[in-house]
């Protein structure tokens, strides 16, 4: 069965900043475009950024210039790196196998940023 497992979520003041990482078990990871989406409770799953096969990068626009999505793919594992973190940030941060519909999906990892 196929695990991802995001770890890095935390409490952090504004400003301040995280680093998630998502590690993939029994899965080919390298041919798997990969992504972190986010949630808040009552509202939508959003894309925040995604990481093709070949490293080309995307974000949405309130988190560019602050977050940076990269994948290792010797560790099976993509990381987001969150700085200039902002309390409209906080949510459950999830990481996605599978392109615009992914086909895998962590347990996700809670952020909250405090003002």
């Known amino acids: 069965q196929v695990q991802l497992v995001e770890s890095g979520g935390g409490l952090v003041q504004a400003g301040g900043s995280l680093r998630l990482s998502c590690v993939a078990s029994?899965?080919?990871?390298?041919?798997?475009?990969m992504a972190w989406y986010r949630q808040v409770s009552g509202k939508q799953r959003e894309l925040v950024a995604s990481?093709?096969?070949?490293?080309?990068?995307n974000y949405i626009d309130s988190v560019k210039g602050r977050f940076t999505i990269s994948r290792d793919n010797a560790k099976k594992t993509e990381y987001l790196q969150m700085n200039d973190l902002k309390p409209e940030d906080t949510a459950v941060y999830y990481c996605?196998?599978?392109?615009?519909?992914?086909?895998?999906w962590g347990q996700g990892t809670q952020v909250t940023v405090s003002s």
């Open positions: 996605a196998a599978g392109g615009p519909r992914p086909d895998y």
């Open positions: 029994r899965i080919f990871f390298d041919v798997y475009d």
């Open positions: 990481i093709t096969t070949d490293g080309r990068t």
